[in-house]
């Protein structure tokens, strides 16, 4: 079975400023996809970056990137320059190279800061 | 544009009452789809797998007889809450995956259902 976990319900940033949101998982699947989801109040799942297992560089979305440690199976997720619209919560999911079904971590409530 | 629309977004009704929310995908089709079941600042859950064609897999804990699911056609899926009451009061969601590297994943806006 796949397991995700986000260990920080809530965070809070400084406008500007860089957070990072952590996630870790468990899994024995040797490939396997890595994703950011972000929801804002309104409840609209978007995606924000994803990272496929077998790819050692990290994925990059403009202000957005992760830390991708396979071996620890870790993978947070850096938002520099945070801005008020960053303001949602935060999940991490994993899906397997072969299926289609999501494991979602509990997720991280982040508040930008003025 | 949307890719999958869910339909309707918000309901409010009386305890006893079946409510349908559709799942659509638009301009691709899916022999898959999922429906998550959300309650507030909590994560999403996979209530069950929506099959084109079969029987919906349902996780465990999960009534099937309360919540039915239907795959009529490659592009919708419908979930019914049979004789509703305020304790499946939640927030809904679909999502259908599409054959793309780069979004493997598309979700509905989700139904907001609240049983009075």
């Known amino acids: 079975a796949q397991t995700v976990t986000q260990s920080q319900p809530e965070m809070s940033v400084q406008e500007a400023e860089t957070v990072t949101l952590s996630c870790t998982y468990d899994?024995?699947?040797?490939?396997?996809?890595l994703f950011w989801y972000k929801q804002p109040p309104s409840r609209q799942m978007i995606l924000v970056i994803r990272?496929?297992?077998?790819?050692?560089q990290n994925a990059t979305e403009n202000r957005f990137s992760v830390n991708f440690q396979k071996a620890a199976k870790s993978f947070s997720l850096k938002i520099s320059d945070s801005q008020l619209g960053d303001t949602a919560m935060y999940f991490c999911a994993f899906m397997k190279h072969t299926g289609n079904q999501f494991y979602f971590g509990t997720g991280t409530s982040l508040t930008v800061i003025p | 544009g949307a890719v999958v629309s869910q339909h309707p977004s918000r309901v409010i009704c009386k305890s006893g009452t079946s409510v349908k929310i559709e799942c659509r995908s638009l301009d691709f089709q899916a022999t898959t789809m999922f429906w998550y079941r959300q309650f507030p600042k909590q994560s999403l859950m996979l209530m069950a797998t929506s099959n084109e064609g079969s029987k919906a897999t349902y996780e465990q804990g999960v009534e099937k007889d309360k919540f039915l699911i239907n795959h009529a056609s490659l592009t919708l899926s419908t979930l019914t809450v049979t004789s509703a009451h305020p304790e499946d009061s939640s927030f809904y969601i679909c999502?259908?995956?599409?054959?793309?590297?780069?979004?493997?994943?598309?979700f509905g806006d989700g139904t907001r259902l609240s049983i009075l």
């Open positions: 999502s259908a995956p599409q054959s793309s590297p780069n979004q493997p994943q598309h």
């Open positions: 990272q496929e297992a077998y790819k050692q």
């Open positions: 899994t024995s699947e040797s490939n396997y996809y």
